[in-house]
C-alpha cells in the first residue's frame, strides 16, 4: 500500500481544512478523489502482478468500490 498511500495527502487535506486554509468542501472533494485514485493504483499494481482468476475478481470489486467512490463525488459535488 506504500506505493499509493492516502495516508499522508488525506492528512495533509485535513489539516490546511483545520487551519482555515481549504474549506471543508474542497478539502472532502479532494479526500474523495485521492481514495478513488489509490484504489485505481492497485487495481493497477492487481493486475500486473497478478495472473490468477482471484486477481481479477479482486480488481473487479475494487473498480466497483472506485466507481461507488465517483458517484459519491458527484453527489458531494452537486449537493455543495
Given at each position: 500500500a506504500a506505493l499509493v498511500g492516502a495516508d499522508a495527502p488525506s492528512l495533509s487535506l485535513a489539516r490546511l481544512a483545520q487551519d482555515g486554509q481549504l474549506s471543508m468542501?474542497?478539502?472532502?472533494?479532494?479526500?474523495?478523489?485521492?481514495a478513488i485514485f489509490t484504489t485505481l493504483g492497485k487495481v493497477g499494481i492487481l493486475l500486473v502482478v497478478g495472473r490468477s482468476p482471484f486477481a481479477r475478481r479482486v480488481a473487479a470489486t475494487l473498480m466497483t468500490v472506485a466507481a461507488t467512490g465517483a458517484a459519491a463525488l458527484l453527489l458531494l459535488h452537486r449537493a455543495g
Amino acid at each position: 500500500a506504500a506505493l499509493v498511500g492516502a495516508d499522508a495527502p488525506s492528512l495533509s487535506l485535513a489539516r490546511l481544512a483545520q487551519d482555515g486554509q481549504l474549506s471543508m468542501e474542497t478539502a472532502t472533494l479532494a479526500i474523495v478523489v485521492v481514495a478513488i485514485f489509490t484504489t485505481l493504483g492497485k487495481v493497477g499494481i492487481l493486475l500486473v502482478v497478478g495472473r490468477s482468476p482471484f486477481a481479477r475478481r479482486v480488481a473487479a470489486t475494487l473498480m466497483t468500490v472506485a466507481a461507488t467512490g465517483a458517484a459519491a463525488l458527484l453527489l458531494l459535488h452537486r449537493a455543495g
